[in-house]
């Protein structure tokens, strides 16, 4: 049906929902006039359930006026809905500028936190026997954005029958939000959930991926209403919503979801929210630093916070208690998963200085990421921020579940690049959400490596870690130079990929470019055969013996061996290595990929983003803001789209050396590498490269555990190494003290 048709006496339009607060009345007065009415402004939440609202030591009090019909049951709700949207709208007329309809939706007050009823009952006109309610109110579409007034959501339509279902309400791929709700109880908390998913763009406890010329849309089946003209009738409607134009709110990095979060089919009540433990402390010698962890142990845990905060306030403003320059200084972050296991961190730090006499180590680290270091090691080992490189993993590395939290703390990141509905493919989502099963098909693999350095890329960069180095392992090499913003379009690769005969049946697949190197006949198959062994002396000098077996990629002390599975097996008897095989098959990186060489320098052949074409001319002033290494030569590649598709047509064509390619990068002035990716394989090899080197290896994605407690891991590395990340995001918009003391009350 149509949702907007004209009409002599205006237009029938869509109603955008523009408030959403929660309010107490007196019982004596529902359904009530709101005259003076206190209310707590909803509308910027994070949490998509009324039981998690986190507490707010200073919540947002506003007076709300007017008069709002009281709506206790499904049916009068699809009795509103219907009025509202048959309604005729002159958005020209003056009196209807203002246009304005509320409603309130009775809450039960045992689903709200104890601090909302508490801080609304606390108003003299409704101290006794309050009645909470859902207040939303609304406005016709065309004068909202005439006002330019956010809307959460937009009433599209109502549906005179029952709910399609279209795909499974936990789907994670589902392009809608869908509920049958079938009794009274749980209205408001399911409206609340509906609004709310809409306007965070999540989907239960993922990120609602966006769909190209569509926008995001909830259905709610108001289900088994009975019929008052004839009570035997049972009848059911769909109410329809659309997301509004009002942005996310982040998620503060130090919130956590409860560990076992409640399954879809259950009410909308749910555990209160984790708060995490991000505490950086300072001192000006090892005996200064015993001493303040030994106080945090002795403060009370209120006390313990805000001095979290002061020191946390005193970092951001470059105001610590310790010259950053001391060579006597040290620098310690406390991490902690929540504020039961901060003791446990302290006492960890201690025992370890404690067992030393002096800070012989280049740092004290516990599991859990908590880390001290001393100032004169980051000076002594060049720990700077133009000592920042970007490593970008190859394919494999992503896995089902990877970033599976990240759009809850970074939501307007994930908006920007899903504009055009893009990003679930560039991140091959169906294949590595929590429930994807995974792939070793090469295109995929590769174009979700680019995805997702795209996207951690940009995440980095917003945290203010920005790196004066970059380089990648093998296919990371490509998402170097889509991650960092470099290509103007880097999203037609997934496309190009798709279409290639190289990346489908060339290098991978059948290995039509291993049999044309072997000029077999074509009833005869390839025999091909990958291992992942150790390396040791002389081996190197037995496979020139082998004309069908090759070292694709050396880490040094390890590499991956491909070619011919007799060869293979024979090289590997006669030299006595043990290796394990690979199931992932691909001719990169041999003699062999050259057959494809122009296809694949065509793929990777784009024109340069306005970025990537400042930085050709920075580079060309002998100025460049970051140098891009490639395994082509081992050295900074020219910023050009025929260098880069040369460069990248070399690698692949050739063995990769990426212990060469890391030492190099690192006699160029990198020390702090940070992996660009799922996982840290590449902090593996780098590690054990560089082992006699002053380095550090940092992930940015660990796997088996959130993306909160992986960045607040790296954000206490770059602390302790002297870095200045933007630490803003920690706390979000509603971050009090009132959150860990509601904490500790329900320990």
Same mark, same amino acid.
């Given at each position: /049906?149509?949702?907007?048709?004209?009409?002599?006496?205006?237009?029938?339009?869509?109603?955008?929902?523009?408030?959403?607060?929660?309010?107490?009345?007196?019982?004596?007065?529902?359904?009530?006039?709101?005259?003076?009415?206190?209310?707590?402004?909803?509308?910027?939440?994070?949490?998509?359930?009324?039981?998690?609202?986190?507490?707010?030591?200073?919540?947002?009090?506003?007076?709300?006026?007017?008069?709002?019909?009281?709506?206790?049951? &499904?049916?009068?709700?699809?009795?509103?809905?219907?009025?509202?949207?048959?309604?005729?709208?002159?958005?020209?007329?003056?009196?209807?500028?203002?246009?304005?309809?509320?409603?309130?939706?009775?809450?039960?007050?045992?689903?709200?936190?104890?601090?909302?009823?508490?801080?609304?009952?606390?108003?003299?006109?409704?101290?006794?026997?309050?009645?909470?309610?859902?207040?939303?109110?609304?406005?016709?579409?065309?004068?909202?954005?005439?006002?330019?007034?956010?809307?959460?959501?937009?009433?599209?339509?109502?549906?005179?029958?029952?709910?399609?279902?279209?795909?499974?309400?936990?789907?994670?791929?589902?392009?809608?939000?869908?509920?049958?709700?079938?009794?009274?109880?749980?209205?408001?908390?399911?409206?609340?959930?509906?609004?709310?998913?809409?306007?965070?763009?999540?989907?239960?406890?993922?990120?609602?991926?966006?769909?190209?010329?569509?926008? &995001?849309?909830?259905?709610?089946?108001?289900?088994? =209403?009975?019929?008052?003209?004839?009570?035997?009738?049972?009848?059911?409607?769909?109410?329809?919503?659309?997301?509004?134009?009002?942005?996310?709110?982040?998620?503060?990095?130090?919130?956590?979801?409860?560990?076992?979060? %409640?399954?879809?089919?259950?009410?909308?009540?749910?555990?209160?929210?984790?708060?995490?433990?991000?505490?950086?402390?300072?001192?000006?010698?090892?005996?200064?630093?015993?001493?303040?962890?030994?106080?945090?142990?002795?403060?009370?845990?209120?006390?313990?916070?805000?001095?979290?905060?002061?020191?946390?306030?005193?970092?951001?403003?470059?105001?610590?208690?310790?010259?950053?320059?001391?060579?006597?200084?040290?620098?310690?972050?406390?991490?902690?998963?929540?504020?039961?296991?901060?003791?446990?961190?302290?006492?960890?730090?201690?025992?370890?200085?404690?067992?030393?006499?002096?800070?012989?180590?280049?740092?004290?680290?516990?599991?859990?990421?908590?880390?001290?270091?001393?100032?004169?090691?980051?000076?002594?080992?060049?720990?700077?921020?133009?000592?920042?490189?970007?490593?970008?993993?190859?394919?494999? !590395?992503?896995?089902?579940?990877?970033?599976?939290?990240?759009?809850?703390?970074?939501?307007?990141?994930?908006?920007?690049?899903?504009?055009?509905?893009?990003?679930?493919?560039?991140?091959?989502?169906?294949?590595?959400?929590?429930?994807?099963?995974?792939?070793?098909?090469?295109?995929?693999?590769?174009?979700?490596?680019?995805?997702?350095?795209?996207?951690?890329? #940009?995440?980095?960069?917003?945290?203010?870690?920005?790196?004066?180095?970059?380089?990648?392992?093998?296919?990371?090499?490509?998402? =170097?130079?889509?991650?960092?913003?470099?290509?103007?379009?880097?999203?037609?690769?997934?496309?190009?990929?798709?279409?290639?005969?190289?990346?489908?049946?060339?290098?991978?697949?059948? %290995?039509?470019?291993?049999?044309?190197?072997?000029?077999?006949?074509?009833?005869?198959?390839?025999?091909?055969?990958?291992?992942?062994?150790?390396?040791?002396?002389?081996?190197?000098?037995?496979?020139?013996?082998?004309?069908?077996?090759?070292?694709?990629?050396? #880490?040094?002390?390890?590499?991956?061996?491909?070619?011919?599975?007799?060869?293979?097996?024979?090289?590997?008897?006669?030299?006595?290595?043990?290796?394990?095989?690979?199931?992932?098959? !691909?001719? /990169? #990186?041999?003699?062999?990929?050259?057959?494809?060489?122009?296809?694949?320098?065509?793929?990777?052949?784009?024109?340069?983003?306005?970025?990537?074409?400042?930085?050709? %001319?920075?580079?060309?002033?002998?100025?460049?803001?970051?140098?891009?290494?490639?395994?082509?030569?081992?050295?900074?590649?020219?910023?050009?789209?025929?260098?880069?598709?040369?460069?990248?047509?070399?690698?692949?064509?050739?063995?990769?050396?990426?212990?060469?390619?890391?030492?190099?990068?690192?006699?160029?002035?990198?020390?702090?590498?940070?992996?660009?990716?799922?996982?840290?394989?590449?902090?593996?090899?780098?590690?054990?490269?560089?082992?006699?080197?002053?380095?550090?290896?940092?992930?940015?994605?660990?796997?088996?555990?959130?993306?909160?407690?992986?960045?607040?891991?790296?954000?206490?590395?770059?602390?302790?190494?002297?870095?200045?990340?933007?630490?803003?995001?920690?706390?979000?918009?509603?971050?009090?003290?009132?959150?860990?003391?509601?904490?500790?009350?329900?320990?």
């Amino acid at each position: /049906m149509s949702t907007r048709s004209i009409t002599n006496n205006g237009i029938a339009t869509k109603w955008a929902l523009c408030g959403l607060y929660c309010v107490a009345l007196p019982k004596d007065d529902v359904p009530a006039n709101l005259a003076n009415t206190c209310a707590i402004d909803l509308s910027d939440e994070f949490v998509l359930n009324l039981a998690q609202i986190p507490a707010r030591e200073r919540p947002s009090i506003v007076d709300v006026h007017g008069c709002a019909q009281w709506l206790d049951n &499904r049916a009068a709700l699809l009795s509103y809905c219907q009025q509202l949207l048959a309604r005729r709208i002159d958005i020209k007329a003056g009196e209807n500028i203002e246009a304005r309809s509320s409603i309130v939706i009775p809450v039960n007050g045992a689903g709200l936190p104890a601090w909302l009823r508490s801080r609304l009952s606390a108003d003299a006109k409704t101290s006794l026997n309050a009645s909470f309610g859902l207040l939303l109110t609304f406005m016709p579409v065309p004068i909202a954005l005439k006002q330019g007034i956010k809307m959460l959501a937009r009433l599209r339509q109502v549906l005179p029958e029952p709910l399609k279902q279209t795909a499974k309400p936990n789907a994670q791929l589902a392009k809608y939000w869908q509920r049958q709700l079938s009794g009274d109880d749980d209205l408001a908390s399911c409206i609340f959930n509906l609004v709310q998913s809409l306007k965070q763009r999540q989907l239960q406890q993922h990120y609602w991926y966006g769909v190209m010329h569509q926008s &995001r849309q909830a259905y709610l089946e108001l289900a088994g =209403m009975v019929n008052a003209e004839q009570p035997r009738v049972v009848a059911s409607a769909t109410l329809v919503f659309e997301q509004g134009n009002q942005t996310a709110t982040p998620w503060p990095l130090l919130c956590t979801e409860p560990s076992a979060a %409640l399954p879809i089919e259950s009410t909308f009540d749910s555990e209160p929210l984790n708060w995490q433990v991000f505490w950086p402390v300072t001192a000006l010698n090892k005996t200064e630093l015993i001493v303040k962890l030994n106080r945090i142990l002795a403060l009370p845990t209120s006390q313990r916070y805000q001095q979290m905060l002061n020191d946390l306030n005193a970092y951001q403003q470059h105001k610590t208690s310790t010259d950053t320059q001391n060579a006597k200084g040290l620098i310690s972050v406390l991490v902690a998963s929540e504020i039961n296991a901060l003791d446990g961190e302290v006492k960890q730090l201690l025992e370890r200085l404690g067992q030393q006499t002096a800070l012989s180590q280049a740092s004290i680290q516990t599991p859990s990421g908590s880390v001290v270091r001393q100032v004169k090691d980051n000076q002594q080992a060049q720990f700077i921020a133009d000592s920042v490189c970007f490593v970008y993993p190859g394919v494999g !590395t992503c896995y089902p579940g990877q970033f599976h939290d990240l759009s809850r703390y970074f939501p307007r990141l994930y908006q920007t690049l899903d504009t055009n509905g893009e990003l679930a493919e560039l991140l091959a989502a169906r294949h590595f959400l929590a429930d994807g099963q995974g792939t070793d098909k090469l295109t995929t693999l590769a174009q979700a490596g680019v995805g997702s350095a795209w996207l951690l890329s #940009h995440l980095l960069q917003q945290l203010n870690i920005t790196p004066a180095y970059a380089f990648g392992y093998s296919l990371g090499e490509v998402s =170097m130079w889509a991650g960092l913003s470099l290509w103007q379009s880097p999203q037609v690769l997934g496309e190009r990929l798709a279409k290639s005969v190289a990346f489908n049946s060339g290098i991978t697949g059948e %290995l039509n470019a291993v049999a044309q190197h072997w000029q077999l006949a074509p009833e005869q198959e390839v025999h091909w055969a990958s291992y992942s062994l150790r390396l040791p002396d002389g081996f190197t000098q037995n496979l020139v013996h082998y004309d069908k077996a090759w070292l694709a990629i050396n #880490h040094g002390d390890s590499g991956i061996l491909v070619g011919d599975s007799q060869q293979c097996q024979q090289l590997l008897n006669e030299t006595g290595v043990r290796a394990i095989k690979v199931g992932f098959v !691909t001719a /990169m #990186h041999t003699p062999a990929a050259q057959y494809y060489g122009d296809e694949i320098a065509q793929i990777f052949h784009l024109p340069l983003s306005e970025q990537g074409q400042a930085l050709a %001319l920075q580079a060309s002033r002998k100025q460049p803001a970051v140098k891009l290494f490639s395994s082509a030569n081992y050295q900074p590649v020219k910023v050009s789209s025929d260098a880069i598709s040369q460069s990248i047509h070399d690698c692949f064509c050739q063995p990769l050396d990426f212990a060469h390619l890391t030492q190099q990068v690192y006699q160029a002035g990198a020390r702090i590498f940070i992996e660009v990716g799922a996982g840290r394989s590449c902090c593996t090899h780098i590690d054990k490269i560089l082992q006699h080197q002053p380095h550090v290896s940092l992930a940015t994605n660990g796997k088996g555990q959130s993306s909160s407690r992986s960045l607040l891991r790296l954000l206490a590395q770059l602390v302790s190494l002297g870095l200045k990340p933007e630490l803003d995001s920690l706390f979000g918009r509603h971050f009090s003290l009132s959150l860990y003391q509601q904490q500790d009350q329900s320990i």
